[in-house]
């Protein structure tokens, strides 16, 4: 919540937007995870899901003082490599637009938009990462 809440949204947006930045123990046992860890906490975490050639980017979160230290490239770069090993040939990102630059810099370009799954009517940047 904290990685969200870097985005200056209000405390009413941050409790709309909790059901889907929680991990259910589902998700867990089924999607691919990693996390980053530094004298035994977790400053990052990424959520992946493969579906053929398609991998869906479902978290990626870095804690707020570790934001500019690379370990949301780490992250990316293990999500891709566990894409490409799975048979995927491009990542799709429904970002939060403060996020953009920085999927950008890893070569995403937005191919339109999505409505949020927090909050009906919000439309979020929908991104592709290839990765051929």
Known sequence: MRSKAVWRYDSAFMELCRPELTATPEQLDAHYWR????????IGVVELVVHQDTATLEKLFVDPNDMVS??????????QRH???SGASK??????????????????HCTGEVESESIPGRMLPKLILNLA
Request: charged share 20%.
């Open 35 to 42: 996390c980053a860890i530094v004298d035994g906490a977790i």
């Open 91 to 108: 990542i799709e990102i429904d970002a939060d637009p403060g996020a953009v630059p920085f999927y950008e810099k890893l070569g995403a």
């Open 70 to 79: 690379g370990v949301g490239r780490q992250l990316m770069c293990m999500a």
């Open 83 to 85: 894409a490409i090993a």
